[in-house]
């Protein structure tokens, strides 16, 4: 399977990611700020970005993770 973008939810460091059967448990958390929710860089605009940022962790259950 290629490699993708992904990038942290909280803080936007971007890296690649290559999905496999256990996405979710292979993503791990975010060298940069330890936080474990990440998105295709490709699915998300600047307004989402922002939007998601803003966002309380606790409000944030309903994102779908990758």
Known sequence: MESRTVECLR??????????PRRNEESGSCPRCGYVGWAFSSELSERTRRLVR?????????????
């Open 54 to 66: 803003e966002l309380p962790v606790e409000r944030r259950l309903r994102i779908r993770p990758i």
């Open 11 to 20: 803080c936007g460091r971007s890296r690649p990611f290559t999905p496999g």
